[in-house]
């Protein structure tokens, strides 16, 4: 160890209390922001899930522009090679397939114009959280034909209960009318008013039929095991299509591009998050301050007799620099440490949110909230803290410069 | 004396161009007026082919139409024997929609109603307010042209403020016949949405008619939808149980 080294240590622990004071506000900023990150972090991972599963998946094939068209024309012709490409993809937890049109629905009463989804029953259950959505009656069986699931906002509106029937009433695949009538075998909630309000779900089979679909579907919808397998998995798939020289009509969309609005979500509950983390960095940045300009003030008589024998301005420098570098050192480690500590046990553990698990339950969230630990939550915030911190010793190891000896000397 | 004199020339002089502007109205409403009565006939009955032409895609559907008056209609499918026998009803603004398969009648909600007409480039409001650029605009002449030697008036039509319209402003073509030559809708900021022009005018049901009909969206190329005559008989008029919900089900005829 240099002998710089070693007066920077010593110097450090010639005023203990300010220094463990300093550390600890060092070392509690970090953890705070440990903790913050992975807390945000994993409930965006959960919003997401929870989010994909109502409807949409983490990912989905379709024919090009059928997201923005919505042209019952543009079809996933050969769904069955498409989920060979899927069961090669191990990342891969369920897929299903669906196929919509937009009808009118009537009610002895009432007529509105709605989407219609003709899904796998089977298949449905294990990709989104349809089958426990239902409110009323049962979700659909794998022989069913002519049963609906609908919204309850829609069956409100429709005004109809369990066992009514409705007229479905759209155009097919080859411009044919499409025309049938179904029966309310289930009433679904999710929560998500507009999903409520303008669905009816009915046997891919028996949409197949009703709308000359031909065997194809509208869409292959994907759910991957974690958040952070989809883009291999996208990219598998993708190669998989090329392979198939369906390059040109068939595109993978992940769940980015399926909910823009979901991620722009995201993005504003960060920045926000970011904009508190700041304020939280601003002030102990301060206090940081306040402590290295006091350590100078207070040492000016000192630095100026080592100046008169001879220590050049730039040592001094390098030895104040070297004491606030070993402090933030210290307190960032002892921050990780401890943040990594605290949040790992919540991850394991969870955390329940009093009062919202019912109603969470109710909309098929799980009810504890699970912080999520990453290099990229640990090191964010360690980094912010370390940076800000270096910057604020700057300031007082650079005034020590303009020190003239005989000048310190006579200080108090 | 002659200040009084120039007083009264300068009133005669603003009555006389107030009189001439509504007058020009009136003769623009007119015209308006008769097109529609020309191209719809006391009453009338066709048959029409209607094709949908979408980018490598295309199907003909034909359908027997009835019409009475500017607000009763009813078009009943016969061809392709698929959809034989579904059929759409339009009284007032009014249209009802029914399915032989499932032997259901439907009341369009108005929500539907700028939503296409058998997937078609017509929307059910072309069909429900065929009758509404009567009722719900005012019309200026703006221009003249010639079409076959025949005169031809541009007529501009703004809706009045109050109308249940979705147009902005409607662009009409009308030779001096009264036959329509082009009907074109625009939104609220005067950009083109779509035109209707009518070809091939020929003598249809004992007058000058064109015998095709193309409707076309602005901002797509290759999509449109043909209706092309293939009979059309005037009548002087057609019982009105001809335009019941009944006569919607009943599917001889």
């Known amino acids: 160890m240099s002998i710089d080294v070693k007066m920077a240590w010593r110097n450090i622990w010639r005023n203990p209390r300010r220094s463990i004071l300093t550390i600890s506000a060092i070392a509690f900023a970090s953890l705070l922001l440990v903790f913050m990150l992975s807390w945000q972090f994993g409930s965006y991972d959960t919003m997401i899930n929870s989010a994909v599963m109502i409807h949409t998946g983490h990912l989905q094939v379709q024919a090009k522009e059928y997201e923005e068209k919505r042209n019952i024309r543009l079809v996933v012709p050969d769904p069955a090679a498409i989920g060979g490409i899927l069961e090669q993809t191990s990342e891969l937890a369920a897929y299903t397939f669906r196929a919509n049109a937009f009808s009118l629905i009537s009610s002895n009463e009432r007529t509105y114009g709605t989407i219609v989804i003709g899904i796998d029953p089977l298949r449905e259950a294990r990709v989104s959280t349809l089958k426990k959505l239902i409110r009323q009656g049962n979700y659909l069986s794998a022989d069913d034909s002519n049963q609906a699931l609908v919204g309850k906002l829609l069956a409100k509106n429709l005004n109809v209960v369990l066992g009514d029937e409705l007229v479905v009433l759209g155009q097919g695949r080859d411009g044919s009318i499409a025309a049938t009538v179904v029966k309310v075998k289930g009433i679904f909630s999710s929560g998500q008013d507009e999903f409520d309000r303008s669905s009816i779900h009915i046997p891919l089979k028996y949409f197949q039929d009703v709308y000359a679909m031909n065997g194809a579907v509208h869409e292959v919808v994907a759910l991957g095991k974690s958040l952070e397998y989809i883009p291999e998995i996208k990219s598998r798939v993708t190669a998989g299509i090329e392979n198939m020289n369906q390059k040109d009509h068939l595109v993978v969309l992940d769940w980015m591009e399926l909910m823009p609005g979901l991620i722009q979500a995201i993005q504003m509950d960060l920045v926000s998050g970011f904009i508190f983390y700041i304020i939280l960095i601003v002030v102990v940045a301060f206090s940081i301050l306040n402590t290295f300009l006091m350590a100078v003030f207070e040492r000016t008589r000192e630095f100026g007799v080592l100046l008169a024998i001879g220590t050049t301005p730039g040592r001094l420098t390098k030895l104040l620099l070297t004491e606030s570098v070993s402090m933030t050192m210290v307190g960032i480690v002892i921050g990780i440490i401890a943040g990594s500590l605290i949040t790992w046990y919540f991850q394991v553990h969870g955390i329940v949110i009093s009062g919202a698990a019912e109603v969470m339950r109710q909309f098929g969230l799980p009810e504890r909230m699970f912080p999520r630990l990453s290099v990229l939550s640990i090191s964010i915030g360690a980094g912010i803290v370390w940076v800000i911190t270096l910057l604020t010793a700057l300031y007082p190891a650079l005034k020590v410069r303009r020190l003239r000896p005989v000048e310190a000397m006579m200080s108090a | ?253």
């Open chain 2, 1 to 253: 004396m002659k200040k009084k004199a120039i007083v009264a020339l300068v009133l005669l002089l603003s009555s006389s161009v107030v009189l001439c502007a509504d007058t020009d109205a009136q003769d623009a409403h007119n015209l308006v007026e008769a097109a529609v009565n020309y191209y719809r006939g006391k009453a009338s009955i066709a048959t029409v082919d209607m094709t949908i032409h979408r980018p490598g895609w295309e199907r003909t559907m034909t359908m027997k139409a009835w019409t009475k008056g500017q607000k009763d209609s009813i078009f009943i499918i016969i061809a392709p024997p698929k959809d034989r026998g579904n059929g759409t009803l339009k009284r007032g603004q009014e249209m009802w929609t029914y399915n032989p398969k499932i032997n259901r009648v439907i009341k369009l909600p108005p929500s539907m109603m700028s939503q296409a007409w058998m997937g078609s480039d017509f929307s059910n409001n072309d069909l429900a307010k065929s009758d509404s650029i009567i009722a719900d605009y005012t019309h200026k002449i703006t221009g003249t042209e010639t079409h076959d030697g025949k005169k031809v008036y541009v007529v501009k039509s703004m809706p009045k403020p109050e109308a249940p319209v979705v147009w902005g402003m409607q662009k009409l073509r009308i030779r001096e016949d009264h036959v329509f030559l082009s009907q074109a809708f625009y939104d609220e900021d005067f950009e083109l949405v779509k035109i209707m022009t009518g070809h091939q005018i020929q003598m249809l049901g004992g007058k000058l008619f064109p015998k095709v009909w193309k409707m076309q969206k602005a901002d797509v190329k290759d999509e449109y939808t043909l209706l092309s005559y293939k009979e059309l008989a005037f009548k002087q008029d057609l019982p009105g149980r001809l335009f019941t919900l009944s006569s919607l089900k009943a599917s001889r005829r």
